[in-house]
């Protein structure tokens, strides 16, 4: 059994794997290929589905593996913890569950700690064969663990632990949770499980007294050498310049012996200084393969490149929960999550990874400071759930984390200065974005917009829960009418970032969250499209992450061409770059080494940035049309943008995932075919509607 300790960040979700292992032609270094480990014919854990698994306190799985995922950053040969507030498990718990059994039956409960198992008032060892029935059987089961994960696994015909069974912490009652990837008893939810792929140089070349090695793509994994001699030096590098650096290098390893254990890293390059003989190397690439269920192929193929790269870099960062970049963080930010909830439904449609990253960002009730110590990504967590929603319609898991929204709303209001605005305190960070014309002065309106979307998130779900909303409302109503009397410049047409500095300054961030989340009305948004959005003299934006809401707000308002030349613009240029996953930042016209310096270090930019990948977003969302009516798609639009009357595209040959289900979408030589394969769908064309019956294709020649 070969299985990864979570000694690093998780990539992907899945489950246990056996691997088959792959012998290389003659035992020699094969040039340019991979030799994936598969499962030796064993099904994976997505195609398994068991009601029996392992359970836990609800929250707290997602709360552990989320501290050791915000454990993995390594930087010059030291390890950095994150450094915000983290919230801690529950080490001692009590799990119950009553059966009425029909008849006399054997089990068997397991557990990761020290404890117990009580039947019927009787003790009994972890482990321990139990007769228990018929009739009533009360099970109580003691489980402590002071250094992992304490959980439980039941095995029997009728025994067997589910979502159904109370979880007591001495305070608090609550079903327990689980997870789809732990269902069987010889797995540890205390460690996360790998696939594998050997990946093989795609070039090697001698250089600067060394040898350098080209994967071709990004690795996230560990290094096999062989090698006869001296103990090495390996240097790792996202890009050529910084694996040539061994000064520089985020990452370096000295005295490596065949013996040595090489960490987990990320890296496209490795270079080994001071070698006069080549050195056989290849990566062992781990990860968790959530399924890709969409695909997109046009008639323009450098967009369908960046679909393929875009895909390529939210894949890396998609493990156990979204994280920032594999790389130099490896943690788990809300901000670069909030985007990434985005993406999910038109890559994955993986609801789980969501709700494991929203459960990890948040941790327990109790606040004591804002998520990632960054006031704007405590909103942005907020206001994830109601997209949540949207996406799922799980209702359950809005009601899970209720209080929890409560509670971080009433940390936001006490934030709160003599007019009503959010206002930073010492020791937050209000963040927006990188970017050095932000006039951050006092109450900024940015985090004003994202204060008002939280009061709108609350009411939202407040609705849903049957609970009371109308204070949430009047809040929204007030804040706004305070929002655009302050922030709002009728000279010059937008959205001011601050009012308190006097300097009246106008950037692009608040005025498309003025858009997106419509606080504009009408006439404000026309104004913010001529004065912000389509005027050169506003500075322009540097970062994927907030290219992501301009180019959100410009495809909402239709202008889906503008949009599509600054994708090939953006993220066109990073691929002219050479790029093969996309970075944190790119700004046009940098050359040389500048291009990889961020923070003030010569590498610190991120070469595979998660907030990188919404062009898959933009293209499912607004290019193919598709998004849900109602939520958890319960009756969704398919409006794809080709043919005579929208231009877009002259070919199209895509998939996109809804729930439970997917839409496929061809057009052809003046035809276009949708077919879907649930039902709830409709086709717009133009501004008629066809309703979209299961697996029967609709064509329309347009």
Known sequence: MVRSMYMTEAQYASGWIIPRMTRQKNGGLVIGSRIEMNDGGRKSRMETKRKNGWIWYPGDFEIYHGMLQNFQREERGYDWPAYWKMADWRKNLRFSRTYDLKKEEDFAIYGTGVGFVEVNGEKHRL???????????????????????????????????????????????????????????????????????????????????????????????????????????????????????????????????????????????????DRKECVQCRAVHEWFPIEVKAKFQSDDEEINRIWEVAKETYCLNSGLFFTDGIKRDRWIWSGDAYQSYFVNPYLF????????????????????????????????????????????????????????????????????????????????????????????????????????????????????????????????????????????????????????????????????????????????????????????????????????????????LGFLREVLERVKEYWGGMLKEGAVTFWEEYIPGQTGKERFAMYGDPYGKSLCHAWGASPIYLLGRYFLGVRPLEPGYETFEVYPKAGKENGIFRELDCMVPVKNGSVHIVYHEGLLSVTADRKGGRLRIGEEYYELLPNTTVKFRI
């Not at 250089?207 to 350098?212: F, H, I, R």
């Not at 007019?419 to 932000?438: H, M, P, S, V, Y």
């Open 127 to 273: 482990g321990e064969v139990i007769t228990a029935g018929p009739g009533r059987v009360d099970i109580t089961v003691g489980i402590g663990n002071m250094r992992a994960l304490p959980c439980i696994y039941a095995e029997g015909e009728t025994v067997r632990t589910d979502g159904t069974w109370n979880v007591c912490d001495f305070e608090e009652t609550y079903q327990a949770g689980s997870s789809s990837l732990y269902t069987e008893r010889e797995q540890d939810p205390n460690e996360v499980y790998y696939n594998k792929e050997y990946v093989n140089p795609s070039d090697i070349k001698e250089k600067n007294g060394g040898w350098l090695y080209d994967f071709g793509r990004m690795v996230n994994g560990t290094l096999e050498l062989k090698f006869t001699g001296d103990p090495l030096t390996v240097c790792y590098g996202e890009s050529e310049d910084e694996a040539l650096d061994p000064q520089w290098c985020y990452y370096r390893q000295d005295g490596i012996t065949e013996e040595s254990r090489i960490r987990r890293r990320a890296f496209r390059f490795i270079f080994i200084p």
């Open 349 to 556: 449609f993986d609801e789980e990874i969501n709700k494991r990253t929203i459960l990890a960002l948040r941790g327990n009730r109790e606040i004591h400071q804002h998520i990632n110590s960054i006031v704007d990504y405590s909103m942005f967590w907020l206001i994830s759930i109601a997209d949540y929603y949207r996406m799922s319609a799980d209702l359950g898991f809005v009601e899970q984390v209720y209080d929890k929204m409560e509670a971080m709303m009433e940390f936001l209001k006490e934030q709160r200065d003599e007019n009503g605005f959010l206002q930073g305190r010492k020791g937050d960070w209000i963040f927006i974005d990188w970017a050095e014309t932000l006039d951050k002065t006092g109450a900024v309106a940015a985090e004003q917009m994202l204060f008002l979307k939280c009061f709108m998130t609350m009411a939202d779900c407040a609705r849903l829960l049957g609970r009371e909303y109308e204070e949430y409302v009047d809040c929204a109503a007030d804040l706004k009418e305070k929002i655009i009397r302050y922030f709002w410049d009728e000279e010059k047409g937008a959205f001011i970032d601050s009012f308190e500095s006097g300097r009246r300054n106008v950037t692009r961030h608040a005025n498309l969250l003025a858009v997106l989340f419509d606080i504009a009305d009408s006439y404000q948004t026309e104004r913010i499209v001529s004065s912000v959005l389509l005027n050169d003299s506003i500075p322009i934006i540097t970062t994927p992450y907030f290219k992501f809401f301009e180019l959100d707000a410009m495809a909402k």
